[in-house]
T-cell receptor, first 115, second 112 residues
C-alpha cells in the first residue's frame, strides 16, 4: 500500500501554546487529505477534509480557528492546534487519498498531550 | 446518529479458526465499504474493500461479504493467526469526496 508519514508521533506541550502536525504522502500525490481525532476506545472522528490548494472543509462542531489546516502541496498537509488546552489531548491521525478510489492510507498518528 | 455500527466491542477466537467481524450501516448513500486494522498508538492499515455492486471480495485469508438489503457486511479471517490480534474498523463512504465514516471498532484477540 501507499505510504503516509505523520510527524511527530508524540508531542507534549504546555497549555496556551500551538502545535503543528505534519502529514506527508511519500509515494503518491494526495489530492485529498483527512484529519481525524480518536479518543480512547472510540471511533475515528473526522475533523476536516483538505484538498490541495483550497480551504479545508470542517466537520460540524470542529473549530476551524483552533484547528488550522493547510494543504499547500500534493504531498503535505499540516494541522496546527492553536492555543492548546488539556482537553485537546488526543490521538490525531491523518489519511491521504489520491482521489481515484476510496481507499485512503493513514499516517502513524500523533499522540498530543497538553499539560 | 451512528451511521456505521460495530456492535461487538470484542471477539476472541482460537488460532486456526475463523474470525467473523460484523458491521451494520444505516446510510443508503454508502456505495463503498472498507475494513482497516489498527494496533494501539498506530494509524489504521487498509485491509480490504468492497463496492456496493458486489456481494463478496476475497484477498488471501480475508473475505468481505456485503448484504445490501440488510445493510450488513462482515469480514472473515481464516485461518486466524495471533498476529491478527488488533482492532478492526469498518468504514463506509459515498460520493466523490471519499469521506470515510467509521464504526467504533472490534477488538479481535486470536489466542495461540
Amino acid at each position: 500500500g501507499a505510504v503516509v508519514s505523520q510527524h511527530p508521533s508524540w508531542v507534549i506541550c504546555k497549555s496556551g501554546t500551538s502545535v503543528k502536525i505534519e502529514c506527508r504522502s511519500l509515494d503518491f500525490q494526495a489530492t485529498t487529505m483527512f484529519w481525524y481525532r480518536q479518543f480512547p476506545k472510540q471511533s475515528l472522528m473526522l475533523m476536516a477534509t483538505s484538498n490541495e490548494g483550497s480551504k479545508a472543509t470542517y466537520e460540524q462542531g470542529v473549530e476551524k480557528d483552533k484547528f488550522l489546516i493547510n494543504h499547500a502541496s500534493l504531498t503535505l498537509s499540516t494541522l496546527t492546534v492553536t492555543s492548546a488546552h488539556p482537553e485537546d489531548s488526543s490521538f490525531y491521525i491523518c489519511s491521504a487519498s489520491a482521489g481515484v478510489s476510496p481507499e485512503a492510507f493513514f499516517g502513524q498518528g500523533t499522540r498530543l498531550t497538553v499539560v | 446518529d451512528q451511521q456505521v455500527k460495530q456492535n461487538s466491542p470484542s471477539l476472541s477466537v482460537q488460532e486456526g479458526r475463523i474470525s467473523i467481524l460484523n458491521c451494520d450501516y444505516t446510510n443508503s448513500m454508502f456505495d463503498y465499504f472498507l475494513w482497516y486494522k489498527k494496533y494501539p498508538a498506530e494509524g489504521p492499515t487498509f485491509l480490504i474493500s468492497i463496492s456496493s455492486i458486489k456481494d463478496k471480495n476475497e484477498d488471501g485469508r480475508f473475505t468481505v461479504f456485503l448484504n445490501k438489503s440488510a445493510k450488513h457486511l462482515s469480514l472473515h479471517i481464516v485461518p486466524s493467526q495471533p498476529g491478527d490480534s488488533a482492532v478492526y474498523f469498518c468504514a463506509g463512504t459515498g460520493g466523490s469526496n471519499y469521506k470515510l465514516t467509521f464504526g467504533k471498532g472490534t477488538l479481535l484477540t486470536v489466542n495461540p
